[in-house]
């Protein structure tokens, strides 16, 4: 069972940074993409940002040049630097590691960590 922890979650006033970290464990493809959804109340479960193990990095527009997705491959951890943080990004963010499957045969399998909190709020 492959099991995602997150950390780095809190209470963050607007305009303020925060760092999310998220450490993978278990049996997994060296190939694979971690990175981040959340979910805002009242809103659909929506993909941040993610990044593949060869470094291939992807974001929401409404993220793009306010936050940084990054890993580090040989402890299996990615990190997302939040920075100029607003009221809109406050939601719970999970972990989430995707499977990079190179067969037919096989089949892409995701994983999810329990979630951390950010609230941005004065």
């Known amino acids: 069972q492959v099991q995602l922890v997150e950390s780095g979650g809190g209470l963050v006033q607007p305009g303020g940074s925060l760092r999310l970290s998220c450490t993978a464990s278990g049996i997994f493809s060296g190939a694979n993409a971690m990175g981040w959804y959340r979910q805002a109340p009242g809103e659909q479960h929506e993909l941040v940002a993610d990044?593949?193990?060869?470094?291939?990095?992807n974001y929401a527009d409404s993220v793009k040049g306010r936050f940084t997705i990054s890993r580090n491959n040989a402890e299996n951890t990615v990190y997302l630097q939040m920075n100029s943080l607003r009221p809109e990004d406050t939601a719970v963010y999970y972990c989430?590691?995707?499977?990079?499957?190179?067969?037919?045969?096989?089949?892409?399998?995701?994983?999810w960590g329990k979630g951390t909190l950010v609230t941005v709020s004065s």
């Open positions: 990044i593949t193990s060869r470094g291939r990095t």
């Open positions: 989430h590691l995707r499977t990079i499957v190179t067969t037919v045969e096989a089949s892409e399998m995701h994983y």
